[in-house]
């Protein structure tokens, strides 16, 4: 074979196996980009969600498709049988860190239309684990109620130990110049959430109705009160798993004494509640 014979077969060769290692058969088109993109957005449906994203995914799931993060939606609330129109909208939530992970709590308040003055309003509450890029329930305490005329009051998110939140809800009853307020705490325990008690939060009389009578004003005055109970938790300790919880009553008491008190309490392990005294809940004088 001459040399020009053998550069010609090298050329066929070469050109062959370029042909078998880089060329696709023309009867099999590559699949359309659509069907490409569905087929990673199907291997990996949400892992890309942030956490904004998730806590409206959990919200339309769990509520329906009107629900939102900011703003109220129109929805129903079922309770003893009886189901109610009601405005529901987010009333308070936070991603904290627990342990290596971490958590975000959400609490959900609903305020039925046609509330009366003695009715309360609705609030649900949920700890909520990241899961394969959405949120599961990591317990949840729902359908509770607070407040009056339909009205649930108001929730705060606070840290009650070094990796241990919760709730606190504000809630409050106004009549005949008298004002009753009070604040709970709902926290995790160990198979969940739970109402771990309540005190009041303010109390007083001093637009009492009673007192409008010119002649009783001087007992009037031998009975008004106006009392502030400040709660906080100790954190002189923070690397401790629960904080000691104190509580600060200040103010007049009746007959124009002033108080000054500090309550101190810690959680009962056995009944995972806060072991408060009738003082403390009291609606008038001691």
């Not at 009886?82 to 959400?106: F, H, K, N, Y």
């Not at 009962?268 to 004088?285: H, K, M, S």
Request: with cysteine; glycine share 10%.
């Amino acid at each position: 074979m001459s040399p020009l014979q053998r550069r010609c077969l090298a050329a066929v060769v070469i050109a062959t196996v370029a042909g078998v290692l880089g060329c696709a058969p023309t009867n099999a088109p590559a699949p359309p980009q659509a069907a490409q993109d569905a087929a990673v957005a199907k291997a990996a449906p949400l892992a890309h969600l942030s956490r904004t994203e998730r806590l409206r995914a959990f919200l339309t799931e769990r509520y329906g498709k009107a629900a939102t993060l900011s703003g109220k939606w129109r929805g129903s609330w079922a309770q003893d049988g009886d189901t109610r129109l009601t405005d529901w909208q987010v009333c308070a939530e936070q991603p904290v860190v627990t342990g290596d992970s971490w958590q975000q709590l959400l609490a959900v308040c609903g305020s039925p239309l046609d509330g009366a003055h003695p009715d309360p309003g609705a609030i649900d509450f949920f700890v909520l684990r990241p899961e394969a890029g959405r949120f599961a329930v990591a317990a949840a305490l729902t359908g509770q109620n607070f407040g009056s005329r339909g009205e649930p009051g108001t929730v705060q998110i606070l840290r009650a130990g070094s990796d241990f939140y919760g709730f606190r809800i504000e809630h409050g009853w106004f009549g005949q110049g008298y004002s009753l307020i009070t604040q709970t705490l709902v926290l995790p325990g160990p198979n969940g959430l739970v109402d771990a008690g309540g005190v009041r939060s303010h109390i007083d009389n001093t637009a009492a109705y009673d007192c409008d009578d010119a002649d009783a004003e001087p007992d009037c005055q031998a009975r008004l009160f106006n009392l502030d109970f400040t709660l906080r938790f100790d954190d002189r300790d923070p690397a401790a798993r629960q904080w000691p919880l104190l509580i600060e009553e200040t103010g007049l008491g009746c007959g124009g004494q002033p108080v000054r008190r500090e309550h101190r309490f810690t959680l009962d392990p056995n009944t995972w509640t806060y072991a408060f005294p009738e003082a403390l809940q009291r609606e008038g004088c001691e």
